[in-house]
Protein backbone atom coordinates (compact mmCIF):
# COMPACT_ATOMS: atom_id res chain seq x y z
CA UNK A 1 0.00 0.00 0.00
CA UNK A 2 0.95 3.36 -0.42
CA UNK A 3 2.63 5.34 2.01
CA UNK A 4 4.22 8.67 3.09
CA UNK A 5 6.25 9.31 6.56
CA UNK A 6 7.82 12.45 6.83
CA UNK A 7 10.27 13.62 9.11
CA UNK A 8 12.31 16.35 10.33
CA UNK A 9 10.01 18.90 11.92
CA UNK A 10 9.89 20.97 14.66
CA UNK A 11 10.42 24.74 16.50
CA UNK A 12 13.02 26.90 14.95
CA UNK A 13 13.77 30.55 15.55
CA UNK A 14 12.45 32.92 12.82
CA UNK A 15 15.28 33.01 10.41
CA UNK A 16 16.03 29.93 10.79
CA UNK A 17 16.26 26.40 8.79
CA UNK A 18 14.51 23.44 9.20
CA UNK A 19 14.63 20.28 6.37
CA UNK A 20 11.50 18.11 6.12
CA UNK A 21 11.92 14.46 4.20
CA UNK A 22 9.48 12.10 3.13
CA UNK A 23 10.34 8.22 2.29
CA UNK A 24 7.78 6.83 0.14
CA UNK A 25 6.58 3.60 -0.68
CA UNK A 26 4.35 1.12 -1.96
CA UNK A 27 3.97 3.03 -5.86
CA UNK A 28 6.46 3.92 -8.49
CA UNK A 29 7.91 6.69 -6.69
CA UNK A 30 10.61 7.92 -9.85
CA UNK A 31 8.03 8.06 -12.01
CA UNK A 32 5.76 10.44 -9.88
CA UNK A 33 5.32 14.37 -9.15
CA UNK A 34 5.72 14.83 -6.01
CA UNK A 35 4.33 17.72 -3.58
CA UNK A 36 4.60 19.22 -0.24
CA UNK A 37 1.41 21.48 1.18
CA UNK A 38 0.97 23.11 4.18
CA UNK A 39 -2.18 23.69 6.36
CA UNK A 40 -2.09 26.44 9.30
CA UNK A 41 -4.95 26.64 12.20
CA UNK A 42 -8.35 27.96 10.43
CA UNK A 43 -6.30 28.40 6.95
CA UNK A 44 -6.66 25.94 4.03
CA UNK A 45 -4.44 23.60 3.10
CA UNK A 46 -2.10 25.35 0.04
CA UNK A 47 0.28 24.07 -2.29
CA UNK A 48 4.10 25.28 -1.00
CA UNK A 49 6.26 23.47 -3.90
CA UNK A 50 6.22 20.71 -6.29
CA UNK A 51 8.75 18.28 -8.30
CA UNK A 52 8.34 16.49 -11.50
CA UNK A 53 9.66 12.52 -11.88
CA UNK A 54 12.65 13.35 -12.69
CA UNK A 55 13.52 16.45 -10.37
CA UNK A 56 13.74 19.10 -13.86
CA UNK A 57 10.39 21.14 -13.18
CA UNK A 58 9.80 23.02 -10.09
CA UNK A 59 6.85 25.09 -8.95
CA UNK A 60 6.79 26.98 -5.88
CA UNK A 61 4.26 29.41 -4.08
CA UNK A 62 5.22 32.92 -4.11
CA UNK A 63 4.98 33.12 -0.30
CA UNK A 64 7.95 30.87 -0.60
CA UNK A 65 10.31 31.48 -3.58
CA UNK A 66 13.65 31.97 -2.54
CA UNK A 67 13.82 30.66 0.85
CA UNK A 68 12.55 27.12 0.17
CA UNK A 69 13.83 24.58 -2.38
CA UNK A 70 11.95 20.63 -3.04
CA UNK A 71 14.45 18.29 -4.18
CA UNK A 72 14.64 14.36 -4.52
CA UNK A 73 16.38 11.52 -4.56
CA UNK A 74 14.35 8.35 -6.65
CA UNK A 75 16.96 5.83 -5.14
CA UNK A 76 15.93 7.02 -2.01
CA UNK A 77 11.89 7.08 -2.82
CA UNK A 78 12.37 10.38 -0.86
CA UNK A 79 11.20 14.11 -1.02
CA UNK A 80 12.89 16.83 0.59
CA UNK A 81 12.13 20.24 1.54
CA UNK A 82 14.48 22.72 2.52
CA UNK A 83 12.96 26.01 4.13
CA UNK A 84 15.76 28.51 4.78
CA UNK A 85 14.67 32.13 6.17
CA UNK A 86 11.71 30.82 8.23
CA UNK A 87 9.15 33.20 9.06
CA UNK A 88 6.35 33.07 12.00
CA UNK A 89 3.87 33.01 9.04
CA UNK A 90 5.46 29.61 7.75
CA UNK A 91 4.24 27.69 10.95
CA UNK A 92 2.27 24.71 9.79
CA UNK A 93 1.09 21.28 9.50
CA UNK A 94 3.10 20.11 6.49
CA UNK A 95 2.39 17.56 4.11
CA UNK A 96 3.76 15.63 1.33
CA UNK A 97 1.48 14.68 -1.53
CA UNK A 98 1.26 12.55 -4.50
CA UNK A 99 0.21 13.99 -7.46
CA UNK A 100 -3.12 13.06 -8.95
CA UNK A 101 -4.09 10.96 -5.62
CA UNK A 102 -5.85 11.06 -2.40
CA UNK A 103 -2.37 10.17 -0.68
CA UNK A 104 -0.87 12.37 1.74
CA UNK A 105 1.13 11.62 4.57
CA UNK A 106 0.52 11.90 8.07
CA UNK A 107 1.38 15.66 8.44
CA UNK A 108 4.50 17.22 10.62
CA UNK A 109 4.44 20.23 12.33
CA UNK A 110 6.44 23.26 11.95
CA UNK A 111 6.70 25.82 14.88
CA UNK A 112 8.84 29.02 13.73
CA UNK A 113 9.00 31.08 17.16
CA UNK A 114 11.24 33.55 19.21
Known amino acids: QVQLVESGGGLVQPGGSLRLSCVAS????????MSWYRQAPGKERELVAR????????TYADSVKGRFTISRVNAQNTVYLQMNSLKPEDTATYYC???????WGQGIQVTVSS
Open 97 to 103: HKRWSNY
Open 26 to 33: GFAFSSTT
Open 51 to 58: ITSGGGDK
